[in-house]
């Protein structure tokens, strides 16, 4: 009896072993299959993450792309607009200077008539005056209308300006190439010439 018990005890501590080291064998691959699915777990949020990522990133670029056309549509807007209101501006200006023509052209058609009755001092003096006034207003709407006028007695002669008629004899070495007498201003407008000056010229030696 004694070697009986001593052999079941061996026999039960092998049992013992053998189970242990069955659990032990299937908890490490239980531990490597958790780790494993954990890996891939994580490489799988890893990849959500990315791809969210870059979605973030083109939406970001889109917006952003959105907004860069809108202020460039807006930019486009406001100076089309900035234009619009300088043409109604000029428009009007021009108006009213063809307006103020009107009145010079109705000016001197009056003292056309008035020639064929006497003209006091006091009246020639106020056709005078009326007349300095209107040209005032001209030259005045002529410069916001971006118009110049060209030809001015004195100055060189330059043939993109003026138009020489006829060319006299100067007086003096310094009158040499310049305008001796202004028969018609030339205009530019907004920096081309719409029509040359028509002059006469002093000759060069």
Sequence with gaps: MIFSGKIGSKSTQRMKDVMEGVLTDALQRQAQELASQQTEQTRQMNEMME???????????????????????????????????????????LVELLR???????????????????????????????????????????????????????????????????????????QEGSIARVCSHGMIYQGNVVQKARVVAYRKA
């Design 100 to 174: 103020l023509y009107q009145d010079q052209i109705e000016l001197f058609e009056q003292w056309l008539t008035g020639q064929n009755q006497e003209c006091s001092e006091e009246l020639l003096e106020a056709w005078k005056q009326q007349y300095a006034m209107l040209k005032g207003k001209i030259a005045a709407e002529s410069r916001l209308c971006a118009i110049e006028t060209i030809g001015m007695v004195g100055e060189m002669v330059d043939y993109r300006l003026h138009e020489v008629l006829e060319a006299v004899e100067p007086d003096i070495k310094e």
């Design 51 to 93: 791809k969210n990522q870059k979605a973030v990133r083109r939406l970001s670029d889109t917006v952003e792309d959105f907004l860069d056309t809108l202020q460039d549509q807006d930019e486009e807007q406001r100076q089309s607009q900035q234009k619009q209101r300088a043409a109604e501006e000029r428009e009007h200006r």
